[in-house]
């Protein structure tokens, strides 16, 4: 069985979206994963088949009712392993290391919130990983749910046109990429760094290594911060 993305949702029809287009949707055609979107609603109760109800203890907009997204998980319920995720701009951020553990295994359980999201107790007592995709807040979790499976799908072995892309690109190393150039060799006034046009390998490697590390510090505090711990640990552990 291919690598399969379960999404519970009140509107299937957002999926595959753009994941049918480009390399997801060539994977997706050839078979090297699923996507297989589940409408919430017939889980609903009564004659309107009611998904939500107003917040205990007031205030604005509508909470997902418990038993209606339990009934729904249980019914989608997989027995291969995959972790079931749900998405909200409360949840711990997303990272590319998150992506690789999703990638490697069978696949995910995307449960996807609208109004002011899904009663806590059910996401408690099914241990369900809480991620945001960034401090922003979306109408609701199908297009977080979309980038989170993009990034997903482009590792999926076959996936992507050249293995070593996969490699050297941002947050690999902890670090953002270097600028990137291709010809004319000038354009508008502009100039390519000669060094890349060189052919210096050992010194292209450098400039680039330097261009990331630059662009990480000036773009990324917090990445770099963590970088030189890293880098301090691990030269003190070699030494
Ligand atoms: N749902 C609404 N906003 C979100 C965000 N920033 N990340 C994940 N899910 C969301």
């Not at 589940?38 to 109800?53: A, E, K, W, Y």
């Not at 590319?96 to 696949?107: C, E, F, K, M, S």
């Not at 408690?124 to 401090?135: C, H, L, M, Y």
């Not at 070593?164 to 508008?188: C, I, K, M, N, Q």
């Amino acid at each position: 069985m291919s690598w399969t993305a379960t999404i519970l949702t009140l509107f299937p029809d957002m999926f595959p979206g753009p994941l049918g287009q480009s390399l997801a949707g060539k994977a997706l055609d050839a078979g090297s994963w699923h996507c297989d979107a589940r409408d919430l609603r017939p889980f609903g109760l009564g004659r309107h088949n009611t998904v939500d109800d107003t917040p205990c203890g007031g205030g604005a907009g509508m909470v997902m009712r418990p038993d209606v997204v339990d009934a729904a998980l249980a019914a989608v319920s997989r027995d291969d392993g995959a972790p079931c995720v749900y998405l909200t701009p409360r949840g711990r951020p997303l990272t590319q290391a998150d992506i690789r553990r999703y990638a490697t295994g069978p696949g995910v359980t995307l449960l996807c919130g609208r109004y002011e999201g899904v009663d806590e107790r059910v996401l408690e007592a099914r241990a369900i990983e809480q991620v945001s995709i960034g401090d922003y807040v979306l109408s609701g979790g199908e297009t977080a749910a979309l980038v989170l499976l993009d990034a997903c799908v482009r590792l999926l072995p076959g996936v992507m046109g050249s293995a070593e892309s996969g490699v050297e690109e941002s947050f690999s190393d902890g670090l953002l990429e270097y600028p990137h150039y291709t010809r004319p060799a000038e354009w508008d006034g502009r100039a390519v760094p000669d060094v890349l046009l060189s052919g210096n390998h050992a010194a292209i490697s450098r400039w680039r290594r330097e261009q990331s590390e630059r662009v990480t510090r000036e773009r990324r505090p917090d990445l770099w911060a963590a970088h030189l711990s890293n880098t301090t640990r691990s030269s003190v552990q070699e030494g």
